[in-house]
């Protein structure tokens, strides 16, 4: 974007305006993240912002209900769960009576900006307060409750929503706030069953929540790799009891010792009558005799505290309600803001709920393939792999292809890798293709320690941390006659490699060798698999998630070390190499007051005015201080440095410790979404190795030949979606010395860290703001590869 058209929030201003915060319906995680974004972004713009306690019930009652925030009352709150506020169902507002009295207690406090977190009812409910606003207002006048300059003053009510729901049921955003936190719960309790579930030979039956949305159900049954899953969009074909005893004593009879099946709580037949967790029970014991146990997750997967991807989902989202608010003029519909691939974006509320009640329509028509897609690619794509891994084809229906294809790990371990492998192998298979495992990176490749690997030999992978087929950093290019021989004896006609920056100098170097040896010329695909988040074409890598969460639950523990202490401050060093990704994000999921970079280069006076900034803030009451520090940010500045010089410097005011974290953020079992990132991203690599081996298969010689710049690719996710790129065509956007990209979109996310530690910043805005409109895919047939 020219620096003409470059757009910056400091030109906007939101004195003179007020700006009420209320959460409605059922509660999710997250929602106070949001809460003390809208409170914090609107007061540093100068808007009073205003709590309206118990939802609209509060609007309704006004009072204390409805008391004006300040920049403390929002500390510490980044890491509650539910919502601080309080949320209610409230039958009042449903009445225009309730909604006149909610009207004239907004007009009496100057309050013509409504920020709504909820679901779809308490949005549709927020829209039709502002439509009908101009009739209250007058209804008010009339009764001599206001006067008619209150009522030309505060003439428009502008709205923005915010979508809180751990169901994911609302059609045009990605992630509702909550959802993430939800999934977290639920496999949680997963990997706890499956222990117990192992020791007995059980039989799980678990329910999740989502009445009208099997989101939950299907994304938790992707990431366990549950044998069944009972979802309402798209129920089982007549006759699915059968199969699914089928497939359940198939398994028992091949040595595996537990059967995990999830129902959604809505889930449905054919025929619109409900499946319960209890009638698929009744079914197991009847028909095949096994142990069975239901356990009902309830109220659990609506606890607990928020993960760092809401914390940074409901923050983002904030700040952009605010920013929307500033924006809107009389006549700008309401609109929500909301999350595509890593972006955020604003839609209309009404097309918003108008599709997400389309699906239910839909679902009551029975007309399931149609409530499937209006749902979103998302959930679409997380259906159509599910499908493909979960059930084996007999050997009879599968193709064969006659090509063998390698996957390795390279570069150091990290959480979600497994879930990677255990997904290229079975799409693999299911693609006809002989699949080899290569323990140990490009060093066991030249010794040779490459076998064979069958479907049933990566059950269970998902859930497991590190990488089962064994990684290391070694680099190719001092063996690659020994690994171009075995290329050759197991005739390996495609590589799939997954890992972190060496993976993708491998690659570049087993390129450089493509002349000398032939056997280099086949389809190579590399999936980004490392904690730093530092390989160069996609912006998020597998394992990246599952660190943040390290760091944001030591973080919590560590703030909370300190409660009812006195004022302290921590300094905290993330792993990242040179990467300031985990440090940065981590540092705005745990409500950091600076986190210190190698790509933002700092100084002395920057530390002297971080500290006198920490000075401020206790004195204002507020106890403690957090401080990150990438492990390479500056070669002198280092984490003694900077904690001896807080020490110092704060003396008298506060004390200070430090922490090293360590290989705490590489260990760990993967989170939810990187054992779903990792799984459809390797799907979606297997899909285009099977494409390519078919442009590139000779059929006169009888063997694959790529040599073209496009047979190797790395599979990157590029803002809102999946791209593969040519490894060749990333050289220049590296930055080799350093091992990151040269560009990094989450920079931009710094000064939201920033302005929420209420330091002054200057922030670039120009991606946001364009109102875009809610569009229904029509299928295609080339899309069925394209949505994975």
Known sequence: MAQTDKKFFENLTGAGKAIAV??????????????????????????????????YQGMVDGGDNIKEATWESVSSMLQMGGTVIGSARCKDFRTREGRLKAAHNLVQRGITNLCV????????????????????????????????????KYSALHIVGMVGSIDNDFCGTDMTIGTDSALHRIIEVVDAIMTTAQSHQRTFVLEVMGRHCGYLALV???????????????????????????????????????????????????????????????????????????????????????????????????????????????????????????????????????????????????RFEEAVRLRGRSFENNLKTYKLLAHRKPESELPHSNFNVAVLNVGAPAAGMNAAVRSAVRVGISEGHKMFAVSDGFEGFYKGQIKEIKWADVGGW????????????T??????????????????????????????????????????????????????????????????????????????VTCDRIKQSASGTKRRVFIIETMGGYCGYLASVGGLAAGADAAYIFEEPFDIRDLQSNVEHLTEKMKTGIQRGLVLRNENSNENYTTDFIYQLYSEEGR?????????????????????????????????????????????????????????????????MRRRAMVFQPVVQLKDETDFVHRIPKEQWWLKLRPLMKILAKYKTSYDISDSGQLEHVVLRRPKESEAMAAI
Not at 130 to 149: K, M, P
Not at 327 to 342: D, I, P, Q, R, Y
Not at 521 to 540: E, Q, R
């Open 475 to 552: 680099l190719p290019a001092k063996h690659i006659d020994k690994i171009a021989e075995q290329m050759r004896k197991y005739n390996i006609n495609a590589l799939l490699v997954i890992g972190g920056f060496e993976a993708f100098l491998g690659i570049m170097e087993l390129l450089a060798a493509r002349g000398t040896y032939e056997e280099l010329c086949v389809p190579m695909v590399m999936v980004p698999a490392t904690v730093s988040n530092n390989v160069p074409g996609s912006d998020l890598s597998i394992g990246a998630d599952t660190a943040l969460n390290a760091i944001t």
């Open 22 to 55: 209320l959460t409605s319906g059922g509660d999710a995680q997250g929602m106070n993240a949001a809460v003390r974004a809208v409170v914090r972004m609107g007061i540093y713009v100068g808007a009073k912002v205003y709590f309206v306690h118990e939802g």
């Open 652 to 716: 008298g005011v506060f004390d200070c410790r430090k922490n090293v974290l360590g290989h705490m953020q590489q260990g760990g079992a993967p989170s939810p979404f990187d054992r779903n990132f990792g799984t459809k991203i390797a799907a979606k690599a297997m899909q285009w190795i099977t494409k390519k081996l078919n442009e590139s298969y000779r059929k006169d010689e009888g063997r694959v030949f790529a040599n073209t710049e496009d047979s190797a690719c790395l599979l990157g």
């Open 117 to 152: 977190i909820g679901g779809d009812g308490s949005l549709t409910g927020a829209n039709l307060f502002r439509e009908e606003w101009s009739g209250l207002l007058a209804e008010l006048v009339q009764q001599g409750l206001i006067d008619e300059e209150a009522s030309q």
């Open 220 to 366: 938790s049954a992707l990431a366990c790799g549950a044998d069944w899953v009972l979802i309402p969009e798209m129920p089982p074909e007549d006759g699915w009891e059968e199969k699914m005893c089928q497939k359940l004593s198939a398994k028992r009879a091949g040595m595996k010792r537990l059967n995990i099946i999830i129902v959604a709580e809505g889930a449905i037949d054919r025929n619109n009558k409900a499946i319960t967790s209890e009638h698929v029970k009744n079914l197991v014991v009847q028909r095949l005799g096994f142990d069975t146990r239901v356990t009902i997750l309830g109220h659990v997967q609506r606890g607990g505290t928020p993960s760092a991807f809401d914390r940074i989902l409901a923050s983002r989202m904030g700040v952009e309600a605010v920013l929307a608010l500033l924006e809107t003029t009389a006549n700008t519909a309401a609109c929500v803001v909301s999350l595509c691939g890593n972006q955020s974006v604003r839609l209309p509320l009404m097309e918003c709920v108008q599709m997400t009640q389309e699906v239910q329509k839909a679902m009551d028509g029975k």
């Open 462 to 473: 998902t859930g497991q941390g590190g990488s089962l087929l064994g990684t290391k950093r």
